[in-house]
């Protein structure tokens, strides 16, 4: 059986980024996610896991420069360093707080750079990052990421970043299978594609679509969805990584309602 874990860079926040594992706690979660800790200590972020009895399940590699458009460094030559220097950071954030899955983004093509250029790069730097890793017993997980919300991201259909697996051919790297992403990019395949692809994912992420909002406010019958994974012995994690419609602590309705 699958269980959820709450994303505290989307939910709660009402409140500061270290408040928010107070209020995971309070909502009865033992597991969170988040998306880049790297503003904050190693110690602050520990003291508040240990202190809930909280699991941090995933994180990301840094991006670069977040606001100056930079989306993951992972495609781009000219940034190889910086890439090198980022994956051990998040070796060292994950080995401390206790995460085994750090998802790496790939970035948007930049400008003039062939295609064919960046995908050697994002491979070559796929399999650093995953040799680094497996040292240390971490898994390394891809993510295609819907056009609409992300222009010119490089890894933008599931298909691409299931060969990009199968280039890589190292069993510490995994697909990370977002249901809101697939929707945008593939309108009615979510349940044929994870069956399809389901040996080689590692983590499950949710949004309805359109808003990116919880479940239960959009289009995607998400019952279908849960029931699908039970089905089909999906044992992993879902992460919630949405931006609630009202208040956070009224975005939970729905898991109560599907027994979670």
Avoid at 31 to 47: L, T
């Amino acid at each position: 059986m699958f269980q959820f874990a709450v994303n505290l860079s989307t939910v709660f926040t009402e409140v500061p980024f270290l408040e928010r594992f107070t209020k995971a706690k309070e909502a009865d979660f033992s597991y969170v996610e988040c998306q880049f800790p790297y503003s904050f200590s190693i110690e602050d972020i520990k003291k508040e896991l240990n202190q809930h009895q909280l699991s941090l399940v995933l994180m990301n590699l840094p991006p670069g420069n977040w606001e100056k458009g930079d989306r993951g460094l992972a495609v781009d030559p000219s940034m190889m360093t910086e890439f090198r220097e980022g994956v051990e950071d998040g070796i060292k954030y994950a080995k401390a707080l206790g995460c085994s899955k750090i998802h790496c983004m790939a970035g948007v093509l930049p400008e003039g750079l062939e295609r064919a250029v960046a995908k050697k790069t994002y491979l070559d730097n796929i399999q650093y990052a995953a040799s680094r890793f497996e040292k240390h017993q971490l898994t390394l997980l891809i993510e295609p990421i819907n056009s609409f919300d992300m222009p010119g991201y490089f890894l933008s259909n599931i298909e691409e970043a299931v060969n990009v697996l199968r280039e890589v051919d190292l069993p510490n790297v995994k697909l990370q299978y977002d249901f809101y992403h697939q929707q945008r990019i593939q309108a009615g395949s979510l349940i044929s594609a994870f069956e399809k692809y389901k040996n080689h994912i590692g983590h499950v992420q949710i949004a309805d679509v359109p808003g990116r909002h919880e479940p239960r406010t959009g289009e995607i019958d998400y019952e279908l969805v849960f029931k699908s994974l039970d089905n089909l012995q999906y044992q992993g994690f879902v992460g919630l990584e949405y931006t609630p419609k009202g208040k956070s602590e009224d975005s939970f309705v729905w898991m109560r309602r599907n027994g979670k």
